[in-house]
């Protein structure tokens, strides 16, 4: 063959809804995709939200190259269940090895995006399904451009102005009861933090809602009681199942999403099954507020 540069692969979409979830075929990403592939898969994941690959076989050290590909590696700031050579990849597991879990298990049950208590909340992240149950544990994700766009036209103009405070601590013990409460050290490294209701994703332009009811204390400016009401009342108009895709996992199933503009949780299953897999977050940016 005389030409210098691979064939570019037969990359092909097929879209979950016109609005949320895709997934991409014809790619193996135990090597980083070229410029060309992982441009197609970028522009994927900025249509849908979330993409996913079936069949892949990753190794951790393949995952964490994979993601290289979006952005610099977070290492969370819970520091177990990660590989001793690469703090980069966590385990999320209910597989007990001597009596002792191997991984972080029944984590992510309430809808959240992604480290948005930090100042910098995850940009992407990465989940790879090692081993799961035949049937539950479904990962769910709602389209928050959706809920900021279906909303009527003076409520979009009234929570463009608003801000949020996100707070780690606010519902931890509630929603981990089988955990100890974060530590005062945890706590500090983790204060609040104020983001706007509403973000503009940098790469789209488009705004999504950025709220969870489980992570944002209360909105500034507000009364408690007018604050909840209102978050409680734009997460649950969020999630309602129209702006919901839940992935059904298969072993090797690789999951990407765009913590911007989704939401997601995980769901409960029988845990006489085995369920494994392995997580990286993409560093992020500050959440920029609409201006017009
Ligand atoms: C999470 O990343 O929040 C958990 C997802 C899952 O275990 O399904």
Redesign the pocket.
């Known amino acids: 063959m005389s030409s210098q540069t691979a064939p570019a692969p037969t990359l092909s979409v097929r879209p979950m809804s016109e609005r949320l979830g895709a997934e991409i075929r014809g790619i193996d990403l135990s090597a980083p995709p070229d410029a060309q592939a992982f441009a197609a898969i970028l522009q994927t994941l900025h249509r849908y939200g979330v993409i996913f690959f079936r069949g892949q076989k990753l190794s951790p050290d393949q995952l964490a190259a994979f993601s290289r590909c979006f952005g610099e590696l977070d290492i969370h700031h819970m520091t177990e269940h990660v590989f001793p050579h690469l703090p980069q990849v966590r385990v999320?597991s209910n597989v007990k090895k001597d009596g002792v879990s191997i991984g972080i298990t029944k984590?992510?049950m309430h809808w959240?995006s992604d480290l948005s208590y930090k100042p910098q909340p995850a940009l992407v992240?990465l989940?790879y399904a090692v081993e799961c149950p035949p049937t539950g544990?479904d990962?769910q994700f709602a389209d928050m451009y959706a809920a900021f766009a279906d909303l009527p036209e003076a409520e979009r103009k009234k929570l463009q102005a608003l801000h949020a405070v996100h707070d780690r601590n606010y519902r931890y013990s509630a929603l981990y009861p089988g955990r100890p409460p974060l530590t005062p050290e945890q706590v500090a490294k983790v204060p609040p933090v104020e983001h706007p209701l509403v973000r503009v994703h940098p790469a789209t332009g488009r705004p999504a809602l950025f709220v969870a009811k489980d992570v944002v204390s209360h909105i500034t400016g507000m009364t408690e009681g007018e604050s909840r009401a209102l978050i409680d009342k734009l997460e649950a108009f969020a999630t309602r199942p129209d702006r919901v895709y839940s992935h059904k996992w298969q072993p090797g199933d690789l999951v990407v999403w765009d913590n911007r503009c989704t939401l997601?949780?995980?769901t409960p299953y029988d845990p006489q099954y085995r369920r494994t897999?392995y997580?990286t977050q993409v560093r992020g940016e500050t959440p920029v507020a609409m201006t017009s």
Do not use: D, Q, W, Y
């Open positions: 999320l984590g992510g959240h992240t989940l544990a990962t997601h949780r995980a897999l997580r």
